[in-house]
C-alpha cells in the first residue's frame, strides 16, 4: 500500500483541480502531512479555502501556491519559500494540463500549432 512519509512534503501541481483535489484527499488517508498545492490561481480559486479547511481540520498542511509551472522563475521563488518554511519535498504529483484546440484543428488543419500550449 503507498504511504507518504510523515516528516516530508509533497507538491501536487494543479492541486486545486477536480483530480488534484482528489488525489489530495487520497494522500491524506496514506499519511501524508505535507501538500503543496499548486495552481496559477493559488488561494483565488474557488476551492482552495474549502479543501485547506478539511485538510488543515485533520492535521494536514495544505501550502497552496499562485504558481505557473511553465514559468521557471515563478517556481523557482515557490520552491524557495517551500525550503525554508515546509519539511523537504520527497515526491511530485503532475495534475495539470491545459489543452486549447482550434475548430481548424478539429477539421484538419495542422498549421495551428502555434496556439497549442500544453503544461
Ligand atoms: N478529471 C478526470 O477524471 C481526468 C481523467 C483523466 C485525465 N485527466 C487529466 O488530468 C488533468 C487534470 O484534470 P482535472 O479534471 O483535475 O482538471 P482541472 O479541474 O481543470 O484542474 C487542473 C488544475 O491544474 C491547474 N493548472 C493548469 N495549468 C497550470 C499551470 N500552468 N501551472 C500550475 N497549475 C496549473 C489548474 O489551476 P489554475 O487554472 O488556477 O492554474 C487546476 O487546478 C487534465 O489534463 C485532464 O485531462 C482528468
Not at 488543515?56 to 525550503?83: M, P, T, W, Y
Request: some cysteine; charged content about 25%; hydrophobic content about 40%.
Amino acid at each position: 500500500m503507498t504511504t507518504f512519509a510523515e516528516d516530508a512534503s509533497y507538491v501536487l501541481v494543479g492541486g486545486l483541480g477536480g483530480l488534484g483535489r482528489a488525489i489530495c484527499r487520497w494522500m491524506a488517508s496514506r499519511n501524508c502531512k505535507y501538500i503543496i498545492a499548486l495552481s496559477r490561481s493559488g488561494m483565488e480559486s474557488p476551492h482552495a479555502s474549502s479543501l485547506k479547511e478539511e485538510l488543515e481540520g485533520n492535521r494536514i498542511k495544505l501550502a497552496v501556491f499562485a504558481c505557473d509551472v511553465g514559468h521557471r522563475e515563478q517556481l523557482q521563488s515557490v520552491l524557495s519559500l517551500c525550503a525554508e518554511s515546509l519539511p523537504p519535498i520527497k515526491g511530485v504529483i503532475q495534475s495539470a494540463m491545459v489543452i486549447r484546440v482550434s475548430s481548424k484543428d478539429i477539421i484538419g488543419g495542422g498549421e495551428d500549432a502555434d496556439k497549442h500550449r500544453t503544461t
